[in-house]
């Protein structure tokens, strides 16, 4: 078989099924040495599925063949499924006898795309007894830094924290979290609450100098329903990430009281915290980002952009003082007068649940004096029904956005008083 033609038995194969090219070919042949060539070119041509290969063969493979050890290293995809714990765990336990093949063979799963892998390789790891080590971990994933250069992670989907989660009751993962949550913390995309929540879980008493700095957006950010963690992290990830935070943990400091929180909520793009006197919006997405704000009808608010690096805004904060909702019915009436307004301010409203005279974003303020004082000339049906819109992201200038505008007419015109 070693002086066979390549080409010759290539074409010849292409007849066969696959079944039959592993049972007759590569089974009789792949512990024969003389036949090692024909093994590898099977291998390299794809002309059986690597997933066929069960782990006796592999391992046998791997021991006996340095050539196709690396070509298992370069195509572990395609040999271990998202679930095949007990090839990778064969696999490992050969690859233990040499570090360096060991070390090489983890790595190329725990830099996989697929966190399943990646998650399949941490059990195989802590089942074998194996301690979770940084020269694993923290290396391989982490950011690195070369002289003033930083380094984005091998991974940008999944940080390092996505794989350790899944096993957050196992002792190695606890004291490697407990160990390295600082490193984790300053590397991590769009989990760096979740890490610090975690430590406090694993060891609640724990004196940190990082978790004290956070310590007032954590005690917000554990109160929010797990649902929506995920994203409200990855948008105080990108804050922090662009060193905008400190700004915001001032004011959270001084605005809000942990013992007087009287409103939280969150939905799929905010969440909002609050106390009897202010309430703060966070939001990973808004209709407009630059939407008209000096008008009566809507509750004041103080409006802060984060920009990333590039430019784009990644989050608003928005600072409300706090109304509360009152027993006074806003009624489809008043909703109408109100958009009466609106319109004759030049302003379009493109709220789905205004439009249709849903009373749910519209608060009372609780007087008018303010406004007086500073001479705004109000409408009398708002001086006695001083309603106001908390939620103004949906705001146009009117002739900024024609389609918004006809909408809105719409709801004005088909109005049944």
Known sequence: MENYNQKALFEELKQYQENEIYNDYFLPNYKNSH????????????LISFQRIDASIL??????????????????????????????????????????????????????????????????LLDLGFPISEQLIIEPLCKKTEGNQQLEPEMEKNSVYEILEYRLDDPDIQEFLLTHYEKLFASSIQEKMQILSSVIDISPDIDSDLIKKYQVVLSYYRQIPSENQKWVDEILSKIIEVGKEDQLLEQMKERLKKDNLVLKDSGSYSVVLGTTEWVLKISKERITWNCPRESFLFNS????????????????????PYLPIIDR?????LI?????????QNLTLTDSTALAYNNSNFRYLKDVEHLEKQGVSLPEWFKKDPIVLIDIDAIYTRGENIEADQKMDEAISNFKK
């Open 336 to 344: 109408y007068k109100y958009l009466i307004e609106l319109r004759n």
């Open 301 to 320: 608010s103080e409006f802060q952009q984060i920009i990333d690096r590039n430019g784009i805004p990644i989050a608003g904060i928005d600072w409300q």
């Open 59 to 124: 391992t046998y493979l791997w021991e006996n063949d340095s050539w196709i050890k690396n070509f298992i290293l370069n195509n572990i995809d395609q040999f271990i499924l998202d679930n095949d714990y007990n090839k990778l765990s064969a696999l490992i336990t050969t690859s233990m006898k040499c570090k360096e093949d060991f070390l090489q063979l983890c790595k190329c799963m725990l830099k996989n795309e697929t966190i399943t892998k990646r998650i399949l390789c941490m059990d195989v």
């Open 35 to 46: 036949n090692i060539k024909m093994i590898r070119w099977l291998l390299e041509n794809g």
């Open 329 to 333: 019915q806003i009624s489809k009436q």
